[in-house]
C-alpha cells in the first residue's frame, strides 16, 4: 500500500547532511512496512541490510555490548557476507530490544555518516526512558540519547487520504482536485467521498485493517483485525511499564477513552475511571499512553488566547484514541451503524472529533481547544503562520454561537468548519466550510504555512 511518509523518506535519502534516521510511531502502524517493503525495496533494492533485533540473537547480544559504530559494522559485515558502504542502507527493526544501538547512532553520525541509517520500533521512546531512569546505574553507564546526531520522523496510522489513495485513486484524485482548486465536488462524487467517510471511521488507519478491507471489502475481518491489535496494545502496558499500578490505570485509562470523550464535558475526568482519585494519579499514565502514540492529548485554552499557544490548566484536557478504528471499535457501537442510512442519528458527534483530532496530529500540529462561557466551545485551535485558525467540528449543520463569542476576545484569519458540508466560503463571516475529506489537505497546508481559501 502507498503511503504518504515515504515522500519524508526519500528527502532524507536525498539529504546530503543526513544523519541516521530514528523512525517513531504506534505499534502495528506500518513502519517497518514502510521502510523495508516500500523505500528500501525500490530505492536500494539488493543494497540494503535488515536487521530484526526481536529475532536475532547474535547480533542483539554483540550490539548490546558497543557503540562502536566501527565494530557493529565490521561485525554486521562479517555475519551477513555482505560489504558495507555508503550505496548499503543499514536498517535496524524492533530497536527497543536494543536500545544500546540508539546509543551507537552518535558514532555512526561522527565516523561514518555516508552510510545511511535507519532505526525504528515499537514503545522504543518508553524503553529508552526506562532504560535513562535505571536505579543503581552509575552516572557514566546511564543510557546517552544521541542529541543533535539523528534525524527523526514519526509514523501514524493511516491519515483519510492515504485511505482514500489505496481504496479508490480515481476519487482520490478528484477530492484532491477539487481541494486543489478550491471548488466544491458535485453533489453526487460529493456523497461518494462522504461514504468513503463513514468506511473510514469505521476501519480506521491500521495498515493491517486497511488492507484486509480492501483486498476483500470485508468490514468483520477488518473489525477481528482491530480486536487483536486493539488486545496488544493493552498487553504492551504490562511490558513496558514499572509497576502494577501504573499498569492497571494505564490500561483503565486506555478503555475509557470513548466514554470520557461521551459525557457532557469532553474533559479529562479521573473520578469516572477511579473513585475520589484525581488527575496526577494518572499523570504516569497519560505520559506512557502519549509517548507511545496510543494517545493524543489536546489541552485547553480560555477567553483571550496569546501565542504561542499554551495550556491555560494542566488539570483540563482531552484525550482522543490515536487510531478512529480503534475508537470506533472501543464504542462498541455495531458496524452496521456507519454503514447504514441511520447512521447520521446514531452516531455522536465525537467520533468527527476524534478523526480530525488524528488528521491534525499526523500533521505534526499540538492540539488545543477553547472554552468559553456559557459552555461555548471549538474543538481546536491551531497556530500557524503566527495566525490563529479556529476549527469548528460539527455533524450536522450546527451553529456558530461559539465562534461568535470566541471572536468577542480573539483576532483570527478566519474560523475552518468542518462537516458534511460541501466546500464554501464567506468572506463576511470569515468562515471557510470543508467537507470532512479535505480535512487532510487543510491539515497538511496549515502545517506547512500555506493555507488560502
Known amino acids: 500500500m502507498k503511503r504518504i511518509a515515504l515522500n519524508k523518506l526519500i528527502e532524507w535519502n536525498n539529504n546530503t547532511r543526513k544523519k541516521p534516521l530514528i523512525v517513531w510511531g504506534a505499534r502495528q502502524v506500518g513502519k517497518t512496512y514502510l521502510v523495508?517493503?516500500?523505500?528500501?525495496?525500490?530505492?536500494?533494492?539488493?543494497?540494503?541490510?535488515?536487521?530484526?533485533?526481536?529475532?536475532?540473537?547474535e547480533i542483539r547480544e554483540f550490539c548490546s555490548k558497543t557503540a562502536n559504530a566501527e565494530k557493529i559494522i565490521e561485525y554486521i559485515s562479517l555475519r551477513k557476507g555482505k560489504q558495507i558502504s555508503e550505496e548499503t542502507l543499514l536498517i535496524f527493526d524492533e530497536v527497543q530490544e536494543c536500545p544500546n544501538v540508539i546509543s551507537s547512532l552518535k558514532y555512526f553520525c561522527q565516523d561514518y555518516r555516508e552510510i545511511p541509517v535507519i532505526a525504528t520500533g515499537s514503545m522504543v521512546r518508553i524503553k529508552l526512558q526506562r532504560e535513562t531512569h535505571k536505579r543503581g546505574l552509575k552516572s557514566g553507564e546511564k543510557f546517552l540519547f544521541p542529541v543533535g546526531k539523528i534525524n527523526q520522523i514519526t509514523i501514524?496510522?493511516?491519515?483519510?487520504?492515504e485511505f482514500l489513495m489505496n481504496s479508490n485513486k480515481v476519487l482520490y484524485d478528484a477530492v484532491k482536485k477539487a481541494y486543489e482548486s478550491r471548488q466544491p465536488l458535485d453533489s453526487s462524487i460529493h456523497n461518494l467521498a462522504m461514504e468513503q467517510v463513514y468506511k473510514y471511521l469505521l476501519v480506521g488507519g491500521m495498515p493491517e485493517a486497511v488492507e484486509a478491507y480492501i483486498s476483500g471489502g470485508n468490514y468483520l475481518e477488518s473489525r477481528e483485525i482491530l480486536k487483536v491489535l486493539y488486545d496488544n496494545y493493552l498487553s504492551d502496558m504490562e511490558l513496558y511499564q514499572a509497576s502494577?499500578?501504573?499498569?492497571?490505570?494505564?490500561?483503565?485509562?486506555?478503555?475509557?477513552?470513548?466514554?470520557?470523550?461521551?459525557?457532557?464535558?469532553?474533559?479529562?475526568?479521573?473520578?469516572?475511571?477511579?473513585?475520589?482519585?484525581?488527575?496526577?494519579d494518572f499523570t504516569t499514565s497519560i505520559q506512557w499512553l502519549t509517548m507511545a502514540h496510543v494517545v493524543n492529548q489536546s489541552f485547553q485554552l480560555k477567553e483571550h488566547i496569546t501565542m504561542p499557544l499554551m495550556s491555560d490548566s494542566k488539570n483540563s484536557f482531552r484525550l482522543f484514541l490515536g487510531d478512529i478504528g480503534m475508537f470506533s471499535y472501543q464504542?462498541?457501537?455495531?458496524?452496521?451503524?456507519?454503514?447504514?442510512s441511520e447512521r447520521e442519528n446514531t452516531l455522536s458527534g465525537i467520533f468527527f472529533e476524534n478523526f480530525v483530532a488524528n488528521e491534525l496530529?499526523?500533521?505534526?500540529?499540538?492540539?488545543?481547544?477553547?472554552?468559553?462561557?456559557?459552555?461555548?466551545?471549538?474543538?481546536?485551535?491551531?497556530e500557524s503562520g503566527n495566525k490563529l485558525y479556529p476549527i469548528d467540528v460539527k455533524k450536522g449543520r450546527g451553529t456558530l454561537n461559539s465562534l461568535e463569542k470566541f471572536s468577542n476576545h480573539n483576532?483570527?484569519?478566519?474560523?475552518?468548519?468542518?462537516?458534511?458540508?460541501?466546500?464554501?466560503?464567506?468572506?463576511e463571516q470569515k468562515l471557510?466550510?470543508?467537507?470532512?475529506?479535505?480535512?487532510?489537505?487543510?491539515?497538511?497546508?496549515?502545517?506547512?504555512?500555506?493555507?488560502?481559501?
Open 156 to 161: 501514524y496510522p493511516m491519515t483519510f487520504d
Open 411 to 427: 483576532k483570527f484569519e478566519y474560523a475552518i468548519k468542518v462537516s458534511k458540508n460541501n466546500y464554501g466560503y464567506s468572506s
Open 36 to 57: 523495508q517493503e516500500i523505500f528500501a525495496k525500490n530505492y536500494y533494492k539488493d543494497r540494503y541490510i535488515y536487521i530484526d533485533f526481536k529475532k536475532e540473537d
Open 361 to 382: 496530529i499526523a500533521k505534526e500540529h499540538k492540539l488545543f481547544y477553547w472554552r468559553g462561557k456559557s459552555s461555548a466551545e471549538l474543538e481546536f485551535i491551531i
Open 331 to 340: 464504542s462498541g457501537i455495531n458496524a452496521a451503524s456507519f454503514v447504514s
Open 432 to 453: 471557510l466550510t470543508i467537507p470532512f475529506y479535505f480535512i487532510p489537505f487543510v491539515a497538511k497546508d496549515l502545517a506547512d504555512g500555506v493555507i488560502t481559501v
Open 244 to 280: 502494577q499500578e501504573a499498569v492497571l490505570r494505564s490500561r483503565m485509562l486506555f478503555q475509557n477513552i470513548y466514554k470520557e470523550l461521551n459525557k457532557e464535558s469532553k474533559n479529562f475526568s479521573p473520578g469516572l475511571l477511579e473513585e475520589k482519585s484525581k488527575t496526577r
